[in-house]
């Protein structure tokens, strides 16, 4: 039987100097098919730390991480190597090579990791741009292009190879609330059409709850709340610390915008 589970962390426990301070601990979580999960908590309470684990950049003192139900094994170059031709990665900063073309930065990727043909790869890429909107921009240069049409850029390179996971640590940060709103779309589009799984970090509770299935909230390492979205929506109110993050999040939030128009 075809399993739709994609992604699993059973009890995960991570520590960067091998003592017992863990900065992670007891994490359990798991993506199905087509799922959003979003990473929640505050400013060092351990999610790129997690994220690292899941990119198999870094290894847990204890328990594992099943991947499509095979063991992640960071230690295998073999198994890392095939893993990373099931996912997509976002980082904070976008990260296209600036001296590549829009178009070079998408054909590397392709060049690296597939054979196929040349005209191939340029149908692919072609037609990913179109799809975001950006097919006039194929022969600009990074420098060229706006926040946003670099995050697109980004997104498009994230899923050329066609991934099972995408990952994403912090896709709004530097935006502002309309081209947020954009990406937000964008990545539920993509999601919707080619059915994949997707882990998002971010500080934006809107952008959190417009995106995600599923939420995991984390508190100094350890999980505070994990759950669907409408259990979520239904603790709010009740759990004082939840409360207060969301409050401060939209606050947040509030303030930018009435910056951004002064
Ligand atoms: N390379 C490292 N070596 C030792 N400690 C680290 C390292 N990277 C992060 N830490 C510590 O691990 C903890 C979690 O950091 P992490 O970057 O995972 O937080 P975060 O939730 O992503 O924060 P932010 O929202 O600010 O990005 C922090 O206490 C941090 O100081
Ligand atoms: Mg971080």
Known sequence: MISDNILKVENLYFSYNKSNDYILEKISF???RSEI????????CGKTTLFKNLLGLLKPQKGKIYIENEVLEP???KKLKRYYHKIGVLFQSGALLNSLSIYENLKLPLD???HLSEPLKDIMINLKLKWVGLAHAKNLMPSELSGGMK???ALVRAIILDPKILFFDEPHSGLDPIVTSDINKLILRIRDAFKISMVVITHDMNSALFLADKLLMLKDGKTHFYGTKSE???????DEYINEFVNVSTANL????????K
Do not use: M, Y
């Open 30 to 32: 798991s993506l199905n």
């Open 37 to 44: 999960l979003v990473i929640l908590g505050q400013s060092g």
């Open 75 to 77: 230690s295998s170059k």
């Open 112 to 114: 690296e990791n597939t």
């Open 151 to 153: 995050k697109r850029v």
């Open 232 to 238: 979520f929506e239904n603790i709010v109110k009740s």
């Open 254 to 261: 509030n303030n930018n915008n009435s910056n951004k128009h």
